[in-house]
């Protein structure tokens, strides 16, 4: 289910943007469609509060009507202020990369780039789909959710292609490691070659030596440890176990795994001053 957020200015365009959020609603579902950012809780950072509201959006629909920059009573347009919560919500989702649909209604024009802020002039130039309050509104809103579909099937296949990408590049990283581990533990298991015996040279005599005393067998710690699949909300936990095993992690290959974030991962082994195994 797609997150879709409606940005409006309440005395521009309130009556028509509530129409517009019941047809979103009917086609993508009422939990799909937010608006109403700027009803915030008192005491906090309204700015990182519309940001955080934003996070896991998937498409900005931004009503313009009339009134959209805002005018006040000194002469100076809202849109101009730092504050205004319109302007957080676009700037934010296009810093984010967040696809942003402009809604032309009530006769309105898209505003120009010398009417809007240095961070979000590429906003005049989002290509926007009107939609009269008439006996049109419902055929436009039609066109609107046609390209809505279009732009969140790109979307959502694009987010699908980079998750099988990461799942590869990690799964190739681990192969990698499990080899050169491998190799590593070949060389260090193998036994070295006899010494070749010269043709017509007498058998060489041991040395009478006493018997050396037993010495104690100590386990012998794996130099690396895989984690092909771990998932983002056990990942601080395993790497504590890390460091507590005394070892370091050595890499790390994020990848999704039915749309949640997972990790790959390897720890090493090496040795500090005193001999003993440390984290780096």
Request: aromatic share 6%; net charge positive; glycine share 8%.
């Amino acid at each position: 289910m797609p997150r879709i957020t409606i940005s409006y200015r309440r005395a521009d365009s309130d009556a028509i943007a509530g129409r517009i959020r019941d047809r979103l609603a009917r086609h993508y579902g009422d939990r799909a469609v937010f608006m109403d950012i700027d009803n915030i809780p008192f005491g906090i950072d309204f700015r990182e509060h519309i940001k955080g509201e934003l996070a896991s959006n998937d498409m900005l629909v931004a009503v313009v009507g009339p009134k959209w920059l805002g005018p006040g009573e000194d002469g100076r347009l809202r849109i101009a202020d730092e504050t205004d919560p319109v302007r957080i919500e676009i700037e934010t989702a296009l810093q984010r990369g967040i696809p942003v649909i402009p809604v032309l209604v009530q006769g309105a024009a898209m505003p120009g780039p010398g009417d809007l802020p240095d961070t979000m002039k590429s906003f005049a130039f989002h290509n926007a789909a009107p939609v009269d309050a008439g006996r049109d509104f419902h055929p436009h809103v039609d066109r609107l959710l046609r390209s809505m579909d279009r732009i969140l099937k790109a979307k959502g296949a694009g987010a699908a292609r980079r998750g099988w990408l990461l799942g590869v590049t990690a799964a190739a990283c681990l192969g990698l490691v499990a080899a050169g581990i491998w190799l590593y533990q070949a060389k260090v298991t193998s036994t070295p070659p006899a010494a070749p015996v010269m043709a017509g040279s007498p058998p060489a005599q041991p040395a009478p030596t006493s018997p050396p005393a037993p010495e104690p067998v100590r386990p012998q710690a794996q130099p690396w440890q895989a984690f092909p699949q771990t998932a983002a909300a056990a990942f601080p936990a395993m790497v504590e176990k890390l460091k507590r095993d005394g070892y370091r992690l050595h890499m790390i290959s994020p990848y999704a795994v039915d749309g949640t974030e997972h990790y790959a991962s390897l720890g090493a082994r090496r040795a500090g001053p005193s001999g003993r195994r440390v984290m780096a």
